[in-house]
């Protein structure tokens, strides 16, 4: 194999940027479960570079799905024909995800807080939202019984805030408790363990509190500290996410997003 | 269809019309909007386009459900009107995926509750009181439990069923089956009426039995713009197109005008949308290929 | 088959070798007799005869179960030995059908009970105090708990699966699936090794993912005498005269001198056995007929 | 149709007048759990007869059989081939009985008390049996669940006993409270109606308690006295069963059990 060529940071999209950065925090992982969208494109690129192994459980009930063509919908017939099981959504999330089958969620999030707690339910009061969002899902029950979470959203001021309007996923909690709560109520996942945005990786430090990585190419420290509203703790040594290789580039416009459906 | 409906659906009811992003009867959410059915509860996991379609058109009262939207595309916008701000006035009854599976399983099962290991943590068992905890009688193992959902009726829409109602689908399973074994009553849509002697060849491939089912309505293309696994794609344009719709109030009653109240039933819908569009939607083939059961005598 | 059971099967394991009346795998059952395993916890709804001859060898310390005996027969006369009067030694956990089913499903979800309406006014819980009351959080209904059941080993014999044991079964399901989830390790026995090719034609088909499976032996009748839909009938005959045998502990040794520890492994058991005695057992022929999961790109 | 011809008593066996006892109390009934054996003819000679809509669901998860020949075990596969449904047990058990939809269950006994409560786990002290019966099975949750149980034995006075050594599926409880436990309880099935044995048959009164209701052929009220070992209550008009009409015996001889595997 040929060392990867360096590509220029012009060369590519945010959407993009966060694909690659997500399909390599996969390295190592063997059962990711997915939704549909950028995640889906993530894992897909994961299981044909450093993740070869990958096991995809779909949400819809398919478990070595094969899709023929990039799935529209989170449910779309392509990745039932040729999958090596269908099952019913009892069967996947009581034996899959219940039944501790999976090691990486992914959730998207409207809002998100330091500790990785997230929202999609409602932006202002329950019962009467200036935003009704789409509500859970399987996003809880992900969040408790995944192995690990990552999470996949676009940061500005409003999606990482100081307090979350509605706690629909639990994150690390309060933080430095939030592991002591997850292995006191026996929850089979160690919440979240990274998330990347268009301007960045985080993780996670012992407190439970999210912690910037890394910037991508081009982003500066006050890019991100403008888009979120509380003052990011920050590595020691920050560094520049690796721009996507000409390979990863490949794989996602010319095979896994032909029509640039979610990249562009 | 109109009949089915008409025996089965009345005023205040509790509708599921299930299948997840697979299946969906939208033919029979489009009778029940002709029929101008009333403060209806609809439980769905995915309310989609045809509750969306079906809270415009004013026949609900009351959602229970656990994610609200157009998958892959953005919001129900319907809905939306109803739901945001001051004059929010359609009642919302809120769980997760795993929860609301849970709710049918109870029902199907005639048990009182059904425990899963969710909600820890979180503001759903505060937003609605009907998710609680409960303790294990095996130590001090603390879950969450959900009630048993027991629809009125339960409409499931499956490639094919025989005469009596023996039900068979291949692909997303969804918990079609669950819905169907805790309504009161359910009725099957079928892409293809088929002879008993084509399920008994495959009894394993039956997931709904006559026993439950009160109608069998015959209706070729009633999912779409949803799918049905070798039958036809998903029309993934009417799902986009949906968003600008439904918008805006005027335009989602002059679509409803033209594609609901305007034809007399499915027949009509599919002439309109016509062979082209239609034919589009059909995927090559993909064979399960056959197993032996074994004729013992 | 011997490196999978010396692989996955320890002395002091709980071992579950499912399957109601179809699909019971005699051969992983033979096998862990030759190979003098002890101290097993053997957990099966009904222990039926390969449950007999295990005890009857000398493997279990202890037997969960729902129902116990030789079905259409009479009793299990090993189990009985050592289970009547002063001397009974192994012991015994014991549920209903319904609580076995239960007890798996709650393993494979990692639920720490599993609801039923069962065992009221019964003596079933006096008898086994891990079946307990437990009251629903709606109400005042008050229903049976029972416990989790994981075995350490679940051994599953199946019509067919391919090299990364993605397992398809029809006819009788009993309960495989759910044992199979509970499970720390599961081995797959197959009556035919298929390319994975023939596995994704029919998705809905696959009963145990590869995710979950150890290892996968090929071992063609090694249900017999229980049988395999499609594949060979129940030899009712040798569960008639198991009933002779097993009445006798010296005859029941003897028989296993014969069939067990006089055989190398299944090949030669079949090789006793003979082609006339097997092919008399093969049905007529009953295909499922194929559907189309459609082709989509 | 001609009237059926007499048949002398002579001319049919103890578990032929069983079956077709069982089968007549079947008129009216719509679902039925099967198990095998008497219960299996009982219920394939009713669907011929007098209740041809009668629809049977097998314990080991069969919907609407149609066996090519006499089912020899409880899973036998012709019961699978050319059936409508096959379903998991989990299914069977949790949507089919619990769920509601059984109408009629059949149920053997080692002992069976003058309330209908039914013993086949151990004869003796539980922990030290003097004999080791096969246990619940199904029975237990049959007998809760399905709306009516049917309960088909020989008759002795080791079987028919003043007390039961242990309560596997409760009938009526102590009699008369039987009724008011099963509603405060929530239990779906009103116990059992019917006990048919190789002497006569039996049905419940008011107050839960076995009455004889008609000797079979040939029978005397000192014959069952004999073989029980209570006093038993007596209808006021005890008539004789009326014999099998020979389409019965040609029905269970020619079509359902042409071995006689379970009726000679």
Known sequence: MSPPEPVEAADFSASEMMIVAAARELAGRHVCF???????????????????????????????????????????????????????????????????????????????DRFGNINSTVIGDY???????????GACEIAINAREVFVIMRQSRRSFVQRIDFRTSPGNLGGADGARIRR?????????????????VYHFDAGGVMRLDSLHPGVTLEDVQGKMAWQPAVADRLIETAPPTAEELRLVRDVLDTEGIYTR | MAEAIAGSVHDGDTVAIEGFTHLISFAAGHEIIRQHKRDLTLARLTPDLIYDQMVGAGVARKLIFSWLGNPGVGGLHAVRRVTEGASASLELEEYSHFGMVGRYTAGAMNLPFFPLRSYFETDLPVANPLIRPI????????????????????????????????????????????????AQRVIVVVEELVSEDVIRADPNRTVIPGLIVEAVVVEPFGAHPSYAQGHYDRDNRFYIEWDAISRDADLLEQWLDEWVYGVAGRAEYRDKLGDERLDALRPGSSPSGSVDYGDYR
Chains 1, 4 share one sequence.
């Open chain 1, 34 to 112: 997915v939704g549909v969208g950028l995640p889906n494109i993530a894992v897909n690129l994961a299981k044909l570079t450093v993740a070869t192994d990958l096991e995809l459980v779909y949400e819809a009930g398919v478990f070595g799905a094969r899709p023929a063509r990039l799935p529209l919908s989170i449910g779309d017939p392509t990745i039932v024909t040729r999958a090596t099981a269908v099952t019913s959504m009892f069967e996947l999330f009581g034996f899959y995800l219940q039944g501790g089958l999976i090691d990486v969620g992914f959730l998207g999030a409207a809002q998100i």
């Open chain 1, 127 to 137: 019962a009467h939202p200036t935003t009704r969002l789409p509500g859970s899902g």
């Open chain 1, 184 to 200: 006191e109520q026996g929850w089979l996942g160690a919440g979240p363990s990274v998330v990347i945005t268009d301007l960045g």
């Open chain 2, 135 to 182: 303790r294990s009688p095996y130590g001090d193992d603390l879950v969450y439990a959900v009630p048993p959902l027991e629809p009125d009726v339960a409409i499931i829409h499956a490639q094919r069923a025989d005469e009596q109602g023996n039900t068979q689908i291949w692909g997303l399973l969804g918990c079609q089956k669950e819905a169907a074994f805790a």
